[in-house]
């Protein structure tokens, strides 16, 4: 069956790079979009298509893709970004129209 | 600005039924495609249904077909969740989301509501 699979935890210490990934056969045809969620709070876009960031959100936060894998960048990492990041697609198989990844835990260190 | 909200959650018995409305204002309901997204306590988001923007086609999500119903009234800014046969597994937030030119992109969201299923 499809799926978007992602690593469950991720650290990164205050000010430095981090890469959050998502894997899955439907990125080989539609790019991810990501969702951040802070505790309590509904999900945010943050990125989506080729690399399209919706107003409001900083530039730190990018999106690219290679093959079957889908990564979300932030390049100098804030405290508030610590949250769950979701990535989704489109989904190839038929099975049902969207897929959501497992999600990642982001923890600024 | 854009909100979506979210009513009609609560507790209900195993096998019963329930009645989601999301109310939204700040754009033109009637050209968006609206999505239900619906995530279990401590866990992750899982995708419940779609309705296009005119009501022409709806899809679900497997651990649904069959049980639920999305619809809209364009003339009131309202979706629409009908659920039945609730099991235990089908306890979680219920997001409402606008979906970005029917793309099943997700540019806003409400607060959600929360149905809980329990005997």
């Known amino acids: 069956s499809s799926e978007l699979t992602q690593d469950p935890a991720v650290s990164v210490a205050l000010g430095q790079t981090v890469r959050i990934t998502c894997q899955g056969d439907?990125?080989?045809?539609?790019?991810a979009s990501w969702y951040q969620q802070k505790p309590g709070q509904a999900p945010v876009l943050v990125i989506y298509?080729?690399?399209n960031r919706p107003s409001g959100i900083p530039d730190r936060f990018s999106g690219s893709n290679s093959g079957d894998t889908a990564s979300l960048t932030i390049t100098g990492s804030q405290a508030e970004d610590e949250a769950d990041y979701y990535c989704?697609?489109?989904?190839?198989?038929?099975?049902?129209?969207?897929?959501f990844g497992g999600g990642t835990k982001l923890t600024v260190l | 600005q854009v909100q979506l909200v979210e009513s009609g959650g609560g507790v209900v018995q195993p096998g019963r039924s329930l009645r989601l409305s999301c109310a939204a204002s700040?754009?033109?309901?009637?050209?968006?495609?609206m999505h239900w997204v619906r995530q279990a306590p401590g866990k992750g988001l899982e995708w419940v249904a779609v309705i296009w923007y005119d009501g022409s086609d709806e899809y679900y999500g497997d651990s649904v077909k069959g049980r639920f119903t999305i619809s809209r009234d364009n003339s009131k800014n309202t979706l629409y969740l009908q659920m039945k046969s609730l099991r235990v597994e089908d306890t979680a937030v219920y997001y409402c989301?606008?979906?970005?030119?029917?793309?099943?992109?997700?540019?806003?969201w409400g607060q959600g509501t929360l149905v809980t299923v329990s005997s």
């Open positions: 989301a606008r979906d970005i030119g029917s793309s099943s992109i997700f540019d806003f």
């Open positions: 700040g754009f033109t309901f009637s050209t968006y495609g």
């Open positions: 989704a697609s489109r989904d190839t198989s038929g099975h049902q129209p969207v897929l």
């Open positions: 298509g080729i690399n």
């Open positions: 439907s990125l080989r045809t539609y790019y």
